[in-house]
């Protein structure tokens, strides 16, 4: 096995690999889409910091990042980067050995450019190259997953004494406390995502600027729960043009247990596909407890997003 810095001779061997993977990942979640359109990788092939794994001069695998960025996954100063689901792959053959050769000559080149911390988008059901990155070092920490809308009706709706409405943008404002409450419930344990004011600040300043719809559910007048709706997300299948993506939730807790997300779930897939759309999609960080049971009981992971920290002092690298 050769590695070599990924360039533009080894695009359209990558892209076969690339789309080879997605069709294997539809095997085991069948609600996937057929029609995607998985993103170029001109971005990967100039930015050298791409490996391609080459067996007898054939492409067996690739293994590419972004450039790097400071307060990367959530620290407070840690340089970090990552690898979207389109950016690294491996023919089945021998794919174990291969992720990890190429994590192995990737970490060298990220190292030397003092990156901290390094993530990748697997898919949920490939579980060689799972294996290949926890066996070195690697944990999960964020998921993608998809529900096909098939017959939403509002009598599976359980909480008849709420009201459900999607929110115009002048009330917007009036989810901000729900907001923040669930921006501190994301910083308690086991969570521990950082963030300050000035990141809520501004990332509500951003929310209330209408990038996202937003659904409520009501009791006497107060708003008790929301989910956010968007266009796209972060991988390429969210941009299937049938697809919507859950950008956020939250309940109260002395509401918690009766459903009511549920509810809010069956109300919003009722209005998606009134507006032609099949697809939602949802993504979640894998060590949300909440998260993690509610949005299995629904949707079908189909990727798994790993990260690992790297203690750059104990060897200079560069």
């Not at 340089?79 to 992720?99: D, E, M, Q, W």
């Not at 907001?179 to 300043?205: G, T, Y």
């Not at 779930?265 to 009722?270: D, N, Q, T």
Request: overall charge negative.
């Amino acid at each position: 096995m050769e590695l070599v810095t990924f360039g533009k001779e080894h695009v359209e061997e990558a892209k076969k690999i690339g789309w080879e993977s997605y069709h294997e990942e539809r095997f085991f979640v069948p609600a996937l889409p057929k029609d995607v359109k998985i993103w170029d990788l001109d971005y990967f092939a100039q930015n050298g910091l791409g490996v391609a794994a080459l067996d007898q001069g054939k492409l067996a695998g690739f293994l590419c990042y972004f450039s790097p960025w400071s307060k990367a996954f959530d620290t407070k100063d840690s340089s970090g980067t990552f690898s979207p689901l389109h950016a690294n792959g491996a023919v089945k053959k021998n794919r174990y050995r291969i992720y990890q050769d190429m994590y192995e000559e990737v970490s060298k080149r990220l190292a030397s450019q003092n990156v901290q911390i390094l993530g990748v988008s697997l898919y949920a059901h490939d579980n060689e190259s799972k294996s290949a990155l926890f066996e070195y070092g690697f944990g999960m920490r964020c998921k993608d997953s998809i529900l096909k809308i098939e017959n939403p009706d509002l009598a599976q709706i359980e909480n008849k004494d709420l009201v459900f409405e999607e929110l115009p943008l002048s009330e917007f404002p009036t989810v901000r406390e729900r907001r923040r409450e669930l921006n501190e419930h994301l910083k308690e344990a086991p969570c521990f995502m950082q963030s300050d004011d000035k990141d809520f600040n501004q990332w509500i300043a951003k929310v209330e600027k209408g990038d996202r719809r937003t659904f409520v559910a009501k009791k006497n007048g107060r708003t008790i729960a929301y989910l956010d709706v968007a266009d796209e997300a972060e991988n390429f299948v969210t941009f299937h043009p049938k697809m919507k993506n859950l950008q956020g939730a939250y309940c109260k807790p002395e509401y918690r247990g009766l459903k009511i997300i549920d509810d809010l779930l069956v109300y919003v897939s009722i209005l998606l596909k009134s507006e032609g759309i099949e697809y939602i999609g949802v993504d979640y960080e894998s060590y949300n407890p909440a998260a993690n049971r509610f949005w299995t009981k629904h949707f079908m992971e189909y990727t798994n997003s790993v990260t690992r920290k790297i203690e750059l002092w104990c060897k200079d690298y560069n």
